[in-house]
């Protein structure tokens, strides 16, 4: 009886790690907001704070931080998390948790934008925290077939 007691407290405190850390993942960055002709309020409101700022010639260089994360939509994995340690009694959080923390935790990234005298972005770097180049999907052209609107009667 003790055993069992003592596996059930085990389980209850490893199973919540998974999923803690999957219900507090970071949101999105609206990385749309962050573009040249900005305002650096705009910029400074999706960012953050920028980590470094320093001055040159007339422009002013902000590097900024950030972890782009998922959307709300993928939170549904904790039902997959919770099912797996009920179902378990907690052992596939061995699996569960650093999977969480390698996949589950968004993307790092950083960058660099340029400011004029007016505080409106004239350059944009965005970049991962390793220096490889963001992929942002370019905008989706339609097809001729889509483009086409054809009246039903």
């Not at 902000?62 to 549904?76: A, L």
């Amino acid at each position: 009886m003790t055993r069992l007691f003592a596996v059930l407290i085990f389980t209850t405190v490893l199973s919540g790690c998974s999923i803690y850390y999957a219900a507090t993942a970071p949101a999105p960055v609206q990385l749309q907001n962050v573009r040249v002709g900005a305002h650096r309020d705009s910029v400074v409101g999706t960012l953050g704070v920028p980590v470094v700022t320093e001055k040159r010639n007339s422009d002013r260089v902000d590097v900024y931080e950030f972890v782009n994360g998922s959307p709300s939509e993928s939170k549904v994995r904790i039902l997959v998390y919770i099912a797996g340690d009920l179902f378990t009694l907690g052992l596939t959080e061995l699996a569960f948790w650093p999977l969480e923390l390698a996949a589950g935790q968004g993307t790092q990234g950083r960058a660099i934008v340029s400011y004029g005298t007016d505080d409106l972005a004239n350059a944009v770097m965005l970049t991962r925290r390793d220096g490889a180049p963001w992929e942002t999907a370019p905008p989706r052209a339609a097809s001729p077939t889509e483009a086409m609107v054809v009246p039903s009667y």
